[in-house]
């Protein structure tokens, strides 16, 4: 038994339940191996499944070698659940089965418990699978640093083909076809590129708009690499003469990273390294520009715990990757945010972008 599926295990045995069904596909990836993202894993007393359909079977019996892989046919995933609980647990007691309310839908839950009934209790796990991920192996460390050193290397390239004129979908296209021309299996997240005033929204969509001299570039982008994902921003400008004010948000929000980073290592709570560039932003004068945390957990996928926010209060430990992404918002002017991806080590951190943060006028 791998130690993923044995603290799964661990799991069921200090909540006291018969056995656990999991729905989210990165958990289930993480425990068994399997890929698919559309399944069920099920463990019920010493024996663990993946449910699944025709069309991922082999699939499964590939990369879950250590499971029995149940094809769910007709009767559908409630009833193949249902039988497999009959058939593991014998004796007359109300049968507890744990599951991820934070990620099954109310269809899923409903018709799970239509065909269970009163004879088996479903358990909320709430967030208790997904934290076995917050602490990465040196392997899934490895495999994020290789798709951030492919940001870093996709980023050198746009910063020298970028050109006032040039859309944002075709800047955010180039992007994308970088990364995966450097090895990238796919995109950790739709790439944003916001140019001018749509760079006051955090999570702008490229649009047809014509990037313009004098308007700050944002490139939010990452890629995965054999199933772990990079996450980094940069903000270049468009001219060789930047205003003051331009100048000024910027060189606040760099600072504000920067402080944050200092304060990085083991035994630190979460939310305080959120609050040190929260404050450094509000002392400026720019504190209600800063609306939402400063990063999040980064894995298998692009957001997971622990988070950077105020109301994160996990002490970081070696091990955890998170991302550090402060930004200022002006609504109808424009935004600045830069951000890397931390590694945190037994004395501090490690930055795994390699990118300049220095602004770049272009």
């Known amino acids: 038994m791998n130690d993923r599926l044995q603290r799964l295990y661990n799991i069921i045995k200090e909540k006291d339940l018969d056995g656990v069904i999991l729905t989210d596909g990165y958990n289930i990836d993480y425990i068994s191996g399997y890929k698919g993202h559309t399944g069920m894993l099920l463990v019920v007393n010493d024996t663990s499944y993946i449910l699944t359909d025709s069309r991922y079977t082999e699939q499964a019996s590939l990369e879950a070698k250590a499971f029995e892989i149940i094809d769910i046919g007709m009767d559908g995933y409630s009833k193949t659940v249902k039988r497999?609980?009959?058939?593991?647990i014998e004796d007359s007691h109300t049968v507890s089965l744990g599951f991820e309310d934070k990620s099954i839908s109310y269809t899923q839950y409903k018709a799970l418990s239509d065909a269970l009934g009163a004879s088996v209790s479903l358990v909320e796990l709430g967030d208790v699978v997904n934290k076995l991920r917050m602490i990465k192996s040196q392997d899934e460390i490895d495999l994020i640093a290789k798709a951030e050193a492919i940001g870093d290397e996709a980023f050198n390239h746009?910063?020298?083909?970028?050109?006032?004129?040039?859309?944002?979908?075709?800047?955010?296209?180039?992007?994308?076809?970088?990364?995966?021309?450097?090895?990238?299996?796919?995109?950790?997240?739709?790439?944003i590129v916001a140019s001018g005033t749509n760079s006051s929204m955090p999570h702008a969509?490229?649009?047809?708009?014509?990037?313009?001299e004098?308007?700050?570039?944002?490139?939010?982008?990452?890629?995965?690499?054999?199933?772990?994902?990079?996450?980094?921003?940069?903000?270049?400008?468009?001219?060789?003469?930047?205003?003051?004010?331009?100048?000024?948000?910027?060189?606040?929000?760099?600072?504000?990273?920067?402080?944050?980073?200092?304060?990085?290592?083991?035994?630190?709570?979460?939310?305080?390294?959120?609050?040190?560039a929260r404050d450094f932003i509000?002392?400026?004068?720019?504190?209600?520009?800063?609306?939402?945390g400063l990063g999040h957990g980064v894995g298998l996928y692009i957001h997971e715990e622990p988070r950077f926010s105020k109301s994160?209060?996990?002490?970081?430990?070696?091990?955890?990757?998170?991302?550090?992404?402060p930004g200022i918002y002006l609504p109808g002017e424009f935004g600045v945010r830069i951000e890397d991806l931390i590694v945190v080590t037994n004395d501090g951190y490690e930055n795994l972008a390699n990118s300049p943060k220095v602004l770049i006028l272009m």
């Open 84 to 88: 497999i609980l009959e058939e593991k």
């Open 158 to 191: 746009i910063i020298n083909y970028i050109e006032v004129g040039m859309t944002e979908k075709q800047v955010a296209l180039e992007l994308e076809y970088v990364m995966k021309s450097l090895g990238a299996d796919g995109l950790s997240f739709d790439t």
């Open 205 to 212: 969509v490229p649009t047809d708009k014509a990037i313009e």
């Open 214 to 276: 004098g308007d700050f570039v944002t490139l939010d982008f990452g890629c995965i690499y054999k199933g772990y994902c990079s996450d980094m921003t940069r903000t270049v400008y468009m001219g060789d003469e930047i205003n003051e004010k331009q100048l000024d948000i910027y060189n606040t929000v760099l600072y504000a990273q920067k402080a944050a980073l200092k304060c990085i290592r083991p035994g630190v709570k979460c939310s305080d390294i959120d609050k040190i």
């Open 282 to 292: 509000a002392e400026a004068g720019y504190g209600e520009y800063f609306g939402h």
């Open 312 to 325: 994160c209060d996990v002490i970081l430990e070696p091990g955890m990757v998170l991302s550090v992404e």
